[in-house]
């Protein structure tokens, strides 16, 4: 049956009245600081109803085109350095590899957290880098660690016996000695570590030198090292007083395994050691330990972490950490100064051992926050960025945004949404997939600062001609 006219406009006015109540109760919500949680909408979000017919695929602006030089890798935005000039040294020591002029390998020391602890974004560069200058090994690795903290893809460790291991983040180590890569074991008793590097295709690797970092202390017991290769040293750790030690030791050729064996007639630590192979190339160490921030870093002996440093006669030292800062008081209180000041005078102690080498700061990558059910941008990571890009100015180092690479605002959330996910569910980590695209796009952005760098040299080179 019809509606008559009279019951059809009754219907229209309760429905007029329903919308100007509901209008009224969602006005009052944002009226009221306490009701904030059931607004219908905050800022960030979208606008109702037309939120449901938006495109959530949404190209990114105009502004995030690709850079001349840099390949397409979506989602992965091009993002060259800042101040790339503070790269110089290393891209010198490059050239000199590949001009034969140097025979000396050229290392990097890329400290982290968990952003790089997993070796996700180091590995692609390293391989990479390997790839056209020289592999010049695996590098600098604890010879024992959790793997809760440190992980090292195709590094096989294989310990037994009486071994105790302290890292940076947890701290408690019986010194303030964490080595490079933050984490250091010691054994009182009868141990053994059998150490080799598993290559993609399931090969081992080889490689024939090593330099050996222990602590010689009064009553220091020995370490045995060994190799199927027929290598047998004995290391006493034993000395008056309590140092550092680098022992440097040539591995019969085609060495492909490590064994390390205490006595038990002392305690002997171990903070780690580097694999190498003899000619030039590029050896790219990972000191990455997960939960790092400049707070465990204080922990390092300022000396002990100079000397670390120097004996490795890196190239570049790269730093690259923040996202465990974000609740830092020194951080969220006023301006963030108090944190840039002690971000500075940390990594100036991580520079003090190769001060004329090149630095390199990475910003932090975008995290996740959620609200209302959705994820948004965490809200403080802008204000991290700027705060460590003032320190790279202030340090006159090169920086890099990597939460650029990710599209900035809202970078999270998009790669969240990406098939596959590029993020883990945690919304502060990045899936083995995005950490690679953003170790690809790293790589990216030093050849191209690489290649201009050749070209402006060959520039200053043609005007100094006759």
């Given at each position: 049956?019809?509606?008559?006219p009279p ?26 600081p306490?009701?904030r949680?059931?607004?219908p909408?905050?800022?960030g979000?979208?606008?109702?109803i ?17 850079d ?24 010198s020591?490059l ?8 025979t000396?390998?050229?290392?990097v ?11 996700g ?25 959790d ?7 195709g ?36 141990a ?22 222990v ?27 309590m140092?550092?030690?680098?022992v ?15 006595a038990?007639d002392?305690?002997v630590?171990?903070?780690?050691v ?6 030039p ?8 330990v997960?939960g790092s ?5 204080a922990r390092?002996?300022e000396?002990?972490l ?16 923040g996202?465990?800062a974000?609740g830092?008081d ?14 500075l ?15 390199l ?5 975008d ?14 990571i ?6 460590q ?9 090169a ?23 590029l993020t ?18 790293l790589v990216?952005a030093i ?8 070209h ?11």
């Amino acid at each position: 049956m019809l509606t008559s006219p009279p019951t059809h406009r009754r219907e229209l006015r309760d429905f007029g009245l329903f919308v100007l109540l509901f209008g009224a109760l969602a006005a009052e919500t944002f009226l009221l600081p306490q009701a904030r949680a059931v607004r219908p909408w905050v800022e960030g979000e979208s606008i109702p109803i037309l939120g449901l017919i938006e495109n959530e695929d949404e190209p990114l602006d105009a502004t995030q085109v690709l850079d001349e030089g840099f390949p397409d890798r979506p989602p992965a935005l091009a993002v060259p350095f800042e101040r790339s000039s503070g790269l110089d040294v290393f891209f010198s020591a490059l050239k000199d590899v590949e001009s034969q002029e140097r025979t000396q390998a050229v290392r990097v020391l890329h400290f982290g957290d968990s952003t790089i602890a997993a070796d996700g974004i180091p590995g692609v560069v390293r391989a990479q880098l390997q790839e056209r200058f020289g592999d010049a090994g695996i590098g600098y690795v604890p010879v024992r660690v959790d793997t809760h903290w440190v992980y090292r893809p195709g590094l096989q460790r294989d310990a037994t016996g009486d071994w105790q291991t302290w890292n940076l983040t947890r701290g408690g180590a019986p010194q303030q000695r964490y080595g490079l890569a933050g984490m250091l074991s010691r054994s009182s008793g009868i141990a053994r570590v059998e150490m080799s590097m598993k290559r993609p295709d399931g090969t081992l690797d080889a490689f024939d030198s090593l330099e050996l970092h222990v602590l010689h202390q009064p009553g220091g017991g020995e370490l045995s090292l060994r190799t199927p290769t027929g290598l047998r040293q004995t290391i006493s750790t034993a000395s008056e007083v309590m140092r550092d030690e680098w022992v440097v030791v040539d591995l019969p050729s085609n060495t492909k395994k490590l064994h390390l064996h205490t006595a038990g007639d002392g305690p002997v630590t171990v903070f780690g050691v580097s694999l190498e192979k003899s000619g030039p190339g590029v050896v790219w160490d990972t000191l990455g330990v997960a939960g790092s921030s400049i707070g465990s870093m204080a922990r390092q002996d300022e000396q002990h972490l100079k000397a670390s440093v120097a004996a490795r006669e890196p190239s570049l030292i790269i730093y690259q950490t923040g996202g465990n800062a974000l609740g830092y008081d020194s951080f969220r209180v006023g301006d963030g100064l108090a944190y840039k000041k002690r971000y500075l005078e940390i990594f100036k102690r991580m520079r003090a051992g190769a001060p004329d080498a090149s630095c390199l700061i990475v910003g932090p990558l975008d995290q996740g926050k959620r609200k209302r059910g959705q994820v948004f941008s965490h809200p403080e990571i802008p204000r991290m960025i700027a705060l460590q890009r003032a320190a790279a100015v202030e340090s006159d180092c090169a920086f890099w945004d990597a939460r650029a690479v990710m599209g900035g605002e809202g970078g999270y959330p998009r790669w969240m949404k990406h098939e596959p996910s590029l993020t883990w569910t945690d919304l502060m980590h990045l899936s083995q997939e995005g950490s690679e695209l953003v170790g690809q796009r790293l790589v990216d952005a030093i050849r191209v600062a690489y290649a201009e760098w050749e070209h402006s040299k060959m520039a200053v080179q043609s005007k100094v001609q006759p």
